[in-house]
C-alpha cells in the first residue's frame, strides 16, 4: 500500500522538531507503536542482549531531539488472529525489560486496551499527540492524520544513523484527491488482504484494490451502519455493476474475471477497522490533562540497568554511559519545560538554569543531516549533566581511565555525530584522544534551541566574531604587474637564448668541445667545456677582473700549463690587448 501512497515527504526529523517548536511553542509529541520496535529489535546482533540495547539508543537519539514520545503496548482486547497468527498479550521478559528501561528514561508508558496502532491514531486524532511514529499502514486506517514512518539514514553518506523520517499526512490535497484516505485504505486492506484477513478477494491485487478505493467505493462503504444489510447489498451490487461494465469509466479497463463473493465484505473484520478497541474519552481527557510528559531520568537507576543488561561495569561503564547519554540530557536541559497536551499557548517558555551547563559557543552550520538548519557548536561539560559518581584510580588519578574504548556500531555513530567540529561534518581528530567527562565537549545543536536556552552564551559569541570581524584591516586588491611582451615571449618561446649565445668551432681541435663567443649583454651566460676545475675558477677570475671585453680571438694550439689551457691562453690574451668592442 505504501508504494501506492508514494514515498511521502522526507523530512529531517532534528527540522520537523524545531520548526514544530518554533510554531507551537511546545516539543513535538510522538505515539509510538513499541510493537514494531520491538519486532525490528530481534535482528539485533552482537554483544549483550542486542535487543533492549538496540530499544536504548533508539531513546538516546529521540531525547537527543526537542520531542516528547509517549510508547504504546498492546493490550488484551485485541483481535485473537492476526496475519493468520494468534496474537499474544504483550507479556513476556522482553516487554518487560523495554517497559523498565522507557520508564528510567523518564518517558511515558500506555496500555492500549486493544491494538496499538488504534490506540495511537485516536491519540493523534484527539490532539493529544502531534503524530504517530510506526511503519504499519493500519495507522492510517484507524484515522491517523499524521503519520512518520522509515526513520532511517538519509541518503549514502557513509553514516547509518538515523536522521529523516517520511510524513504521511492523510487531510492533504493530494491524498483527498487520490482517495485513499482512511475509507479508500480500509477497502484496499479487505480486497487485497491485511492484518486480519491476509488472503482478500481472490484476483485483487494491491493496485486494482487502489482503483477501486479511488472511485469512492471505500468512503462509500465505510458510512454504512453495520447492522444495514441492505445497504451492504446496494453497495456490493453496484461494485459489481462497474467492475463487469465500467459504465462510469472509474477503471482503466474492464474487470470481468473479477468476482465479488457475496459474503463480502467480512463484517466483523471491517468492525475491526471501524470500531478498534480503544480507550474512553474519560482516559483520553485524563491523558491530555498530564503534566508529567516529559524526560526526567533516573541517572542512578538506568546506570544500574545498563551495568545488569550490556556489561557496562565499573568505572569505564559509568565514563561510558556519560559519554552517551550526555549530548541527549544537554537538549533536554535547554528545551521548554513540559507542558499539559491541551495547553495552547504559543510562547516557548525555557527552563531555568539552563544556562549554566553551556560554556560557550564556537561555530555555526548548515548541514545536510538537518536540511540545512542552521546550527551552533555549543561545548559543555558532559559529567555536570550526567552526574554519576567518578571514582579515582589508587593515585587519585582520573585520566587514565577516562579514555573509554567504542565497542559497538552504536557508541560509534554517537560518539562521532557528537563531537563533529567542522562545518561540513567531518568528526574532529580528537576523536582519537579519548573522552574525558571533566572537560568541556562539543556539539552541535540547532540554532534556536541554543538561543532558547543558552542566550548570553550565543551572544556572547556574536558579539566576539563581530569584534573580531571589525579588526581585521580591509584587504586593498594589489594591481598586477604588467610585463612586457618581450619578456614574456624568451620565456614562452623555445630557442630564445639563441639571440643571446652564438656556437663555433674552435680552429685546432684540442680537447675543447666547443667555443662560444658572447653577445653584448650576454657577459653572464658561459657555455664552456673544461678540461678541470681549475680552469673554471682561472676564468671566472679572469673576467671579473677585466673591464675591456671584445670578441675573443682563436684559441692557441700549444699546451698548457698547470692551471691553464689553450682557451684561458685565448681568453687572456683577448682581455690584455683587445679594445671594448
Not at 528501561?101 to 499527540?129: K, N, T
Not at 527552563?351 to 552550520?365: A, F, I, N, P, Q
Not at 582520573?398 to 559497538?408: E, F, G, H, I, N
Not at 676545475?533 to 671566472?540: C, I, Y
Request: aromatic share 6%.
Amino acid at each position: 500500500i505504501y508504494r501506492e501512497l508514494g514515498p511521502g515527504k522526507r523530512v529531517s526529523l532534528s527540522k520537523l522538531a524545531v520548526e514544530h517548536l518554533e510554531t507551537t511553542g511546545r516539543p513535538l509529541r510522538l505515539a509510538i507503536d513499541i510493537a514494531i520496535w520491538q519486532f525490528q529489535a530481534q535482528a539485533a546482533k552482537g554483544g549483550s542482549n542486542p535487543a533492549i540495547r538496540t530499544l536504548f539508543y533508539r531513546l538516546v537519539r529521540l531525547l537527543n531531539h526537542s520531542i516528547i514520545p509517549i510508547f504504546v503496548f498492546d493490550g488484551p482486547s485485541k483481535p485473537a488472529f492476526k496475519r493468520n497468527k494468534r496474537s499474544g498479550l504483550g507479556g513476556g521478559g522482553a516487554t518487560a525489560a523495554a517497559k523498565q528501561l522507557i520508564r528510567l528514561f523518564g518517558l511515558p508508558i500506555h496500555d492500549a486496551p486493544g491494538e496499538a496502532e488504534a490506540e495511537c491514531a485516536l491519540l493523534q486524532q484527539r490532539g493529544i499527540v502531534d503524530a504517530v511514529l510506526s511503519e504499519d499502514v493500519d495507522t492510517m486506517m484507524f484515522g491517523c492524520t499524521r503519520t512518520l514512518r522509515n526513520w532511517t539514514a538519509e541518503g549514502k553518506r557513509g553514516s547509518t544513523a538515523p536522521t529523516h523520517v517520511s510524513v504521511y499526512e492523510s487531510q492533504t490535497e493530494d491524498t483527498a484527491i487520490s482517495g485513499l484516505g482512511r475509507g479508500g485504505l480500509v477497502l484496499v486492506a479487505l480486497m487485497s488482504g491485511g492484518d486480519y484477513i491476509p488472503e482478500g478477494v481472490p484476483r485483487c491485487g494491491v493496485k486494482l484494490a487502489c482503483e477501486i478505493a479511488r472511485a469512492g467505493f471505500g468512503d462509500d462503504l465505510c458510512r454504512l451502519e453495520m447492522d444495514d444489510l441492505d445497504g451492504m447489498a446496494t453497495w456490493r451490487r453496484r461494485l459489481k455493476h462497474e467492475l463487469l461494465t465500467n459504465e462510469s469509466g472509474f477503471f482503466r479497463t474492464r474487470h470481468k474475471a473479477l468476482v465479488i463473493p457475496e459474503t463480502f465484505p467480512d463484517l466483523q473484520v471491517l468492525r475491526y477497522y471501524t470500531h478498534p478497541a480503544v480507550s474512553s474519552a474519560e482516559i483520553m481527557d485524563s491523558m491530555a490533562q498530564r503534566t508529567t510528559w516529559g524526560a526526567h531520568v533516573d541517572m542512578i537507576g538506568l546506570r544500574e540497568f545498563v551495568h545488569r543488561a550490556f556489561d557496562w561495569t565499573g568505572h569505564e561503564g559509568a565514563i561510558k554511559l556519560i559519554r552517551v547519554l550526555s549530548p541527549s540530557m544537554l537538549v533536554q536541559s535547554i528545551a521548554p519545560p513540559p507542558r499539559q497536551a491541551n495547553d495552547r499557548r504559543g510562547k516557548v517558555e525555557p527552563r531555568k538554569k539552563s544556562e549554566e551547563y553551556v560554556l560557550g559557543v564556537g561555530g555555526r552550520r548548515a548541514h545536510w543531516s538537518v536540511d540545512g538548519m542552521t546550527e551552533l557548536r555549543v561545548s559543555y561539560i558532559p559529567a555536570s549533566l550526567v552526574p554519576l559518581p567518578l571514582l579515582p584510580d589508587a593515585e587519585g588519578i582520573l585520566s587514565d581511565q577516562r579514555c573509554v574504548p567504542l565497542d559497538s556500531d552504536d557508541d560509534t555513530e554517537l560518539w562521532a555525530a557528537s563531537q563533529e567540529t567542522s562545518g561540513d561534518g567531518k568528526a574532529s581528530s580528537k576523536q582519537g584522544a579519548g573522552f574525558d567527562p571533566l572537560s568541556p565537549q562539543t556539539v552541535w545543536l540547532p540554532e534556536y534551541l541554543a538561543r532558547l536556552g543558552a542566550p548570553l552564551a550565543v551572544e556572547t559569541w556574536e558579539t566576539d566574531m563581530t569584534a573580531k570581524a571589525r579588526s581585521k584591516p580591509g584587504l586593498k586588491s594589489q594591481p598586477h604587474k604588467k610585463v612586457s611582451s618581450g619578456a614574456s615571449k624568451d620565456r614562452t618561446n623555445p630557442g630564445s637564448l639563441d639571440n643571446w649565445v652564438r656556437t663555433s668551432k674552435p680552429a685546432n681541435h684540442t680537447k675543447v668541445s666547443a667555443h662560444v663567443e658572447l653577445l653584448p649583454g650576454s657577459e653572464s651566460i658561459h657555455t664552456l667545456s673544461s678540461q678541470s676545475s681549475n680552469q673554471k675558477r682561472m676564468l671566472h677570475s679572469e673576467a671579473k677582473s677585466t673591464t675591456n671585453r671584445s670578441k675573443p680571438s682563436k684559441p692557441s694550439a700549444r699546451a698548457g700549463t698547470t692551471g691553464s689551457g689553450p682557451l684561458g691562453d685565448a681568453w687572456a690574451q683577448h682581455y690584455s690587448q683587445s679594445p671594448p668592442r
